[in-house]
């Protein structure tokens, strides 16, 4: 457990995971990974465990960062935790702050898996039903977490605008 991990309530009544805000990261991959590398780039995304907290739904991997970490570092760390991804097979493309409520925010880290790394994404924790590369079009088709539904057609703008897609 690191020190970030636990619920904030911000001014409104609002509660969140992660005591320094909480960062996930947007993988994407062609051909790589188990990424099919056919049909255009795939997200790496988590199934929550259907203990955990909105169990049951498709996210980013991600998790609240430490106090002694940037988003960057919260979302590789993590990502790394829950797939198995280490964060030297990710080449950081950019990141945006998704929510912010003043006490807590939210960043997406977008990444791409690192040609020839070898790696194969996983299940890593108990936290994680499952883990899969879906193609950006079939990604809002997933019961997607709650958090993810008003940003990813943006998102999936955002991924396709810097990777010149």
């Known amino acids: 457990m690191g020190d970030g991990d636990g619920w904030v309530r911000t001014a409104s009544g609002v509660r969140r995971w992660g005591l320094h805000g909480a960062a996930g990261l947007l993988l994407l991959a062609e051909g790589e990974g188990g990424a099919p590398a056919s049909a255009g780039p795939h997200a790496l ?3 929550r465990a259907g203990w955990t907290h909105l169990g049951g739904t498709w996210g980013l991997p991600g998790g609240a960062v ?9 979302a590789l760390r993590e990502a790394h935790e829950e797939t198995g991804v280490p964060p030297a097979a990710v080449d950081v493309v950019d990141e945006r702050v998704t929510s912010d409520l003043g006490a807590w925010r939210y960043t997406v880290v977008l990444g791409r ?40 057609a943006d998102l999936r703008r955002w991924a396709q605008e810097l990777l010149g897609r």
């Open 45 to 47: 995304l988590q199934l």
């Open 113 to 152: 898996l690192r040609a020839g790394s070898g790696v194969r994404a996983r299940a890593a924790t108990v936290e994680s039903d499952e883990v899969r590369w879906v193609a950006l079009d079939d990604v809002a088709d997933l019961p997607l977490h709650p958090g993810l539904v008003p940003t990813w």
């Open 66 to 74: 430490d106090s002694h970490e940037d988003a960057v570092a919260g």
